[in-house]
Nanobody, 125 residues
Framework: QVQLVESGGGLMQAGGSLRLSCAASGRAFSTYSMGWFRQAPGKEREFVAHITWTAGSTYYADSVKGRFIISRDNAKNTVYLQMNSLKPGDTAVYYC??????????????????WGQGTQVTVAS
């Protein structure tokens, strides 16, 4: 399994942008499909975005579609989440996660077997 470490969280005003990064250790990163999830206070962790190991396909939760962009750089063992037009409702701890190969259950947390520790994103109104 790869080890994942998120960074880039912080406090932002509504309407602003942040880019989260998730650095992976291990030479198998290019075989991992990756996802971002988030957990707001008092709520269940939810799917945000997914990118396949080839970066050929991306998927988004309806709540972030058109505002967030997931991308990856396999040469740097890093996956990114560009978050634009941030809203107070985006406030959460953001986690990156990964699994080997490709799955149709990319929004299901149980599909992923590697998780980062999370990074806090707070959006002020």
């Amino acid at each position: 399994q790869v080890q994942l470490v998120e960074s880039g969280g912080g406090l932002m005003q509504a309407g602003g942008s942040l880019r989260l990064s998730c650095a992976a250790s291990g030479r198998a990163f290019s075989t991992y499909s990756m996802g971002w999830f988030r957990q707001a206070p008092g709520k269940e962790r939810e799917f945000v975005a997914h990118i396949t190991w080839t970066a050929g396909s991306t998927y988004y939760a309806d709540s972030v579609k058109g505002r967030f962009i997931i991308s990856r750089d396999n040469a740097k063992n890093t996956v990114y989440l560009q978050m634009n037009s941030l809203k107070p409702g985006d406030t959460a701890v953001y986690y990156c996660a990964g699994y080997i190969g490709v799955s149709s259950r990319w929004s299901d947390q149980s599909t992923y077997n590697s998780w980062g520790q999370g990074t806090q994103v707070t959006v002020a109104s």
